[in-house]
């Protein structure tokens, strides 16, 4: 189905283009492949836990980017993991714990109809999260704060428009999409839509950044309170030092989590980083003992701009049991090409 749909924008996009004399003589779509691969070494050593450890890829990506015509493009993504648990009437459970194959991306984009503006369809990324982890570029050691909570999803099916403005002084993405996430499929006549506000008054220099963000998701159900996750995060960057930071909402009916993430990353560039990140989270402010925090520590180095390697040691508090941390050492690496 994607592929005849992108064989038909194709051939409306070259409609009005004089006739070839022959068939060669036609645009071809220029392909660029490319992929990676997240994958880690670990030993917990949480009491009773008995050192286990384990090597395991933790997301494989392979990804073709079509230019079509100079204002048509295309990408189709294949992600692979392990099945995780999935929630059912009867209790949790797992298929099998294979590593499987499943779609992430697969959109049309329609860019430049207007100046810096852009228009995709089909299972894009949605607004938020993907900004949030290309600037903080350490998602193979741990993923961003709303979407490890489930808030947000990195990908969904629907349809988006956005644009960057003022040589990036401005950046911005709207988009209404299924709201499952590109995990589960639709459920009802519910959709979610999202915004997101992106200002960095740094953005015309070359070595500084300081992105402010707004980003909102109103999520219509069926038979249930509307949900709203709202973030609102700042950065600043430099070649010495990355700074982030996040506040987190979530709200349906009478129940309001909340929560914030704030990470520091010192370095010499070539060399390395140092990673300082925290993490807390409560799912109902007005429940006791469910929040959960998280610290992550370590050095990371870039050996190009696609292979990377971070050792860090990472803990869990949960309210619940504050004697009883997880806590683990890791080896992470990021393989692309």
């Known amino acids: 189905m994607f592929s005849a749909l992108l064989l038909s924008v194709t051939s409306l996009a070259h409609a009005g283009d004089k006739p070839a004399e022959k068939a060669d003589d036609k645009p071809k779509p220029e392909v660029e492949v ?56 009867t209790g ?40 949030a982890d290309q600037f903080w570029d350490h998602r193979y050691v741990e993923k961003g704060l709303a979407d490890e909570q489930g808030l947000v999803s990195t990908s969904d099916l629907g349809i988006s428009i956005g644009g960057t403005h003022a040589k990036g002084l401005v950046d911005w993405t709207a988009g209404v999409y299924n709201g499952e996430g590109y995990s589960k499929i639709e459920v009802d006549s519910g959709k979610s839509i999202e915004a997101r506000l992106t200002i960095d008054p740094l953005a015309r220099g070359e070595k500084f950044q300081l992105p402010l963000t707004g980003f909102v998701d109103y999520h219509m159900n069926q038979d249930a309170d509307p949900t709203i996750t709202y973030v609102g995060a700042a950065g600043f960057k430099m070649p010495y030092v990355w700074v982030w930071g ?52 370590g050095v990371s180095h870039n050996f190009t701009d696609k292979i990377a390697l971070a050792a860090t040691y990472e803990r869990v508090t949960a309210e619940a049991a504050p004697d009883a941390p997880g806590h683990g050492i890791f080896l992470h690496l990021q393989a692309g090409f």
């Open 34 to 89: 490319g992929g990676m691969i997240f994958a880690h070494y670990g030993m917990n050593l949480t009491d009773g836990a008995e050192n286990f450890n384990e090597f395991a890829i933790d997301r494989a990506y392979l990804t073709a980017k079509a230019k079509i015509t100079p204002h048509l493009g295309a990408r189709l993504t294949l992600d692979a993991d392990r099945m995780k648990p999935v929630e059912t009437d």
């Open 92 to 131: 949790a459970f797992t298929y099998d714990t294979k590593y499987r194959i499943f779609l992430k991306h697969a959109y049309l984009e329609w860019k430049d109809f207007a100046p810096g503006m852009k228009v995709r369809a089909g299972m894009t990324d949605t607004p938020y999260q993907p900004m």
């Open 246 to 297: 996040e506040y987190l909402g979530k709200s349906q009916g009478d129940v309001n989590g909340s929560g914030f993430s704030a990470a520091l990353l010192p370095g010499v560039p070539k060399v390395g980083r140092v990673i300082f990140r925290y993490d807390h989270w409560d799912p109902s402010t007005d429940t006791d003992k469910d929040a959960t925090d998280k610290i992550v520590g």
